[in-house]
């Protein structure tokens, strides 16, 4: 997490969607005091947004979050932008995060982007496997008409003993995304930094 800051605050960044964050007794850890802004929900959460800008707006859609899914609105200036932190947690049904996903997908409107360690490996998101849990998300991306912004080429976003790609940049029609990379020795995490520069329709 101190990495994670560090990241925040040489680069610039507005904007932090963590998946599997550290916590405290008091919620996120490090990022629970200010000057962040921290959308979580429950005990222990297992994914987060931080808000690192105090110069954006953020409105917490806490009615929407869960401890696997942090939901909030984020605005700069008349641009708006729904985001999602997800995380599929590898020992429980992947069906059942599909369809916490989806409900909140269902709830919201306008420009969506979506970062979520779906722990699924599927050609789609440029692994070399596919598997039943990336067919799943698969079918969500298809049913909710979201693209894919993972670029071929790139390295796989997990690497330990082995190495898949089990992370996923997905967003709405109108949200275009640029500079999408992934990149590992970043922090000491087996999962890479994944950064990227969005748009959105006014």
């Known amino acids: 997490m101190h990495e994670i800051e560090g ?30 802004r921290v959308v979580a929900s429950g005990v222990g959460p297992k994914a987060a947004i931080v808000v690192a800008n105090p110069a954006v707006g953020i409105l917490t859609l806490q009615h929407l979050s869960t401890p696997h899914i942090s939901v909030a609105v984020f605005t700069v200036g008349n641009r708006r932008l729904v ?9 429980e049904p992947t069906q059942t995060h599909v369809d916490a996903l989806e409900s909140v997908l269902d709830s919201v409107s306008g420009n969506v982007l979506v970062c979520a360690d779906v722990n699924a490996r599927s050609t789609l998101w440029h692994d070399r496997l596919s598997d039943d849990r990336g067919e799943m998300v698969v079918e969500l991306i298809g049913r909710k008409n979201l693209t894919v912004n993972n670029l071929a ?45 969005r748009t959105v329709r006014a």
Not at 11 to 36: H, M, N, W
Not at 154 to 174: E, K, P, Q, W
């Open 83 to 91: 985001l999602i932190s997800a995380y599929f947690q590898f020992l």
């Open 153 to 197: 080429g790139s390295v796989n976003t997990f690497i330990n003993r082995g190495s898949a790609c089990l992370d996923v940049t997905l967003t709405s029609y109108g949200v275009n995304v640029a500079d999408w990379t992934a990149v590992h020795n970043l922090t000491s995490s087996d999962h890479a930094i994944i950064s990227l520069h």
């Open 7 to 36: 990241l925040l605050s040489s680069r610039s960044i507005d904007v932090c969607l963590i998946q599997e964050p550290a916590t405290d007794c008091k919620g996120i850890y490090l990022f629970d005091r200010r000057p962040y």
